[in-house]
């Protein structure tokens, strides 16, 4: 187990991803994340353990070996961290949630900025991101949203959809720099079926202003309603986006198949 803190670091140095964890013995979309890892650790030109699974899964078991039941809900959060300094190997932090699908105020901070391949990933060099965390926090926000080029392309550990005033449901494509969101993902595929059709493109000060509805979605947070960007209202009082995101969630967390048991 690891402190999670910022450390002065690389972006190869590491990669990691941060999983859904109900607090016992199983996590949530354990094969989407591990298939990101993947993805992240190519671009970034790192080599993974040929039996990261199995590793990651041992590692467990000093986290949960006093633990038992079969919750299957969103109580935790554990953050994998695969070092590929060749010093620690699979590092797992346990983190609890203190939010979640709730209203939240945001502020906006520059995004910050790698070259084309490590932009997006999830690296070892993640202290703007922990810095942004804390200065959302140091101004009582909840959230900090990056902006790039006068566009929201990520937040500091969620990522906003809107809901515009056609009815679209508008999102960052990765390509701008933000990372892509696993849950995100897992709402966007719910959506059409509830009548939402959505759209990538620049989450614009245009488009946010006009905004209806605006949620920030993360395996942490679930999905929060923003109502405040720099101490202005965002939307109306309607909350069908937000509701529908929870549903979505709620559904999908039901469905066990999308649990993945860590300890035998």
């Given at each position: 187990m690891g402190q999670d803190e910022p450390a002065q670091s690389r972006p190869r140095d590491s990669v990691f991803t941060t999983v859904t964890w109900d607090g016992l013995h199983h996590v949530a979309d354990f094969q989407i994340h591990l298939n990101r890892l993947s993805n992240h650790a190519g671009r970034l030109r790192m080599t993974l353990p040929e039996n990261l699974e199995s590793e990651i899964k041992k590692a467990f078991l000093n986290i949960v070996a006093?633990?038992?039941?079969?919750?299957?809900q969103p109580i935790g959060l554990v953050k994998i961290v695969i070092d590929c300094t060749g010093k620690s190997g699979v590092r797992?932090?346990?983190?609890?949630?203190?939010?979640?699908?709730?209203?939240?105020e945001a502020i906006t901070l520059p995004a910050p900025r790698w070259n084309r391949k490590v932009t997006g990933t999830k690296h070892g060099d993640w202290a703007p991101y922990h810095r942004a965390r804390l200065k959302?926090?140091?101004?009582?926000s909840d959230l900090a949203l990056l902006v790039h080029e006068f566009s929201i392309i990520d937040g500091d550990r969620a990522?906003?959809?809107?809901?515009?005033?056609?009815?679209?449901?508008?999102?960052?494509?990765?390509?701008q720099g933000g990372v892509k969101s696993i849950t995100r993902s897992i709402i966007l595929s719910g959506l059409e079926q509830h009548g939402f059709p959505f759209q990538?493109?620049?989450?614009t000060e245009r488009i946010v202003a006009r905004a209806h509805e605006m949620v920030a979605l993360g395996s942490g947070m679930g999905a929060c309603r923003i109502i405040t960007i720099d101490g202005e209202d965002i939307g109306g009082s309607a909350d069908l986006l937000t509701q529908t995101c929870r549903q979505i969630l709620s559904q999908h967390y039901a469905d066990s198949n999308n649990w993945t048991k860590m300890v035998n």
């Open positions: 006093l633990k038992n039941g079969e919750l299957k797992l932090v346990e983190r609890s949630i203190t939010l979640r699908n709730e209203e939240i959302a926090d140091s101004k009582g990522s906003p959809i809107i809901l515009d005033e056609d009815g679209v449901v508008w999102y960052s494509n990765s390509e990538s493109g620049n989450l």
